[in-house]
Every structure is written in C-alpha cells, then in structure tokens.
C-alpha cells in the first residue's frame, strides 16, 4: 500500500472526542458484489487480498456494487499495493470505497489499516475475513484541520438476518441429559440408548457403554442384570 496516495500535510489521530458528534454512514453493499467479496475470501484463505470498490457516494453513506483488483503483493498478515492510485483514478473509475482481508484475524483495524488504507484518497474502507466478518470505516476530518476515522456500518441488500429469523417448535429440542446416582458409596449411573429409554440397571460409571442398543428395553430386568454383568 507503499503507492497510495495519501492527503498531505494532516495527521492521522487514532483518538478525538470530536468523533462522538460524528453521524455514523452506512456502506450498503449489493448481493452479487458480497457473493465476490466471499468468494475471494474462499480463492485466498490463507493470504491477504485488497480489493477497490466502485459505486455512488449518497447522503448517509456510499453504495458499492462494482470492483477492481490492484495489482498487489500479498502473504498472510500483510498486503501491499503495487499500483498507484491517484485522484485521477479514484475519479474516473468511481472508487469510493477499499476493502482487504484479514485472512482468520479479527477485523479490527491496525494502525497500519488506518494510515495507508483509511487515510488514503478513499474515505470509506471495509476489513473482511474468512469467517465474513466485517468492519466498516470512514474517514472523518476534524475541526483542527486533522482527520480521524469512525466506525461505519457494513449492509448487504437483500442480506437475511438469520438470527432475527422466528422458527416453530424449538421448545421440543433439549440437550441430552445423563443421571448419575449414588448407591452404597459407589458411583454408579443410569444409561440411555439412542430412544431415550432408560435401563432400570445400575451400572457403574465406568462400566457404562457408549451405545445402547433400543433392544435392550425389551429385556427382563433379570436379562438386563445379567448383560450389566457382562459388561463389567
């Protein structure tokens, strides 16, 4: 990212009170340009990837739907870009956003993200992983001629919350559960086959097995002594 063209003469702060006045933007993203973002995540998993995204810059934010890929050098912490980016370039290509991977690392930016990437001509910038994770960025210029960057939120269209999803019946799934008594000082415990019926057998702990057959149920109590025996 050596090549980025980067605004002159401003710092960079990591920290200001000013950016809690700062109205968060939203980075909107269509479906088909998130299906491509995953599927470079799927082509480089184990290698960092930095990609342009073009589209239109609204009100509240930006919404990209189109791309371009840098030439770039690239291993699994760190990418480097091999192409000047220019004004000129940002302009004529409608760039108005950069993303780069963060192979299976968390998203949260580094002061490396937010120096070459963040504070370079493009003011929103997007972090990915492997697990479609993401965290947005825009760049924010401060009062004292500075600039800094807030947190922006990532949306895909059309993109289903599944965690919002409502769905019938869960109340029938419950964890398995297995019973252990104590009888006579040894530890000892009931066992449960794959149906969910119960040996009326105390078997010790150690002695209980993996899997039961169903069948078992249908065995005396007697048969059942004699097979827990067995079993021992």
């Not at 990209?64 to 370039?89: L, R, W």
């Not at 299976?104 to 001509?121: E, G």
């Not at 800094?148 to 769905?167: F, H, P, R």
Request: aromatic share 6%.
């Amino acid at each position: 990212m050596s090549k980025w063209a980067v605004e002159g003469g401003k710092k960079c702060y990591e920290k200001c009170s000013h950016i809690e006045d700062t109205e968060k933007h939203k980075i909107v993203l269509s479906a088909d340009l998130w299906h491509v973002i995953q599927a470079m995540c799927i082509k480089f998993p184990t290698r960092e990837w930095q990609m342009m995204l073009t589209g239109e810059v609204r009100e509240d934010g930006i919404r990209c739907d189109g791309y371009m890929i840098p030439k770039q050098s690239t291993s699994a912490a760190y990418v480097q870009n091999d192409d000047t980016i220019t004004a000129e370039v940002v302009a004529d290509r409608h760039i108005v956003c950069g993303i780069h991977s963060h192979v299976n690392m968390a998203v949260n930016p580094s002061s490396t993200d937010i120096n070459d990437s963040v504070m370079s001509l493009i003011d929103y910038h997007i972090i990915v992983n492997n697990r479609s994770d993401v965290n947005g960025m825009q760049k924010v210029h401060l009062p004292c001629g500075g600039l800094t960057v807030a947190k922006a939120d990532v949306l895909v269209e059309g993109l289903v919350d599944l965690a919002s999803i409502k769905i019938e019946g869960l109340e029938n799934i419950k964890e398995r559960e297995y019973t252990s008594v104590v009888s006579t000082g040894t530890p000892t415990s009931y066992y449960h086959d794959t149906y969910g019926y119960q040996s009326d057998v105390h078997v010790p702990v150690t002695s209980v097995p993996t899997y039961v057959n169903p069948y078992y149920v249908q065995h005396t109590i007697k048969e059942e002594a004699a097979m827990a025996t067995n079993l021992m």
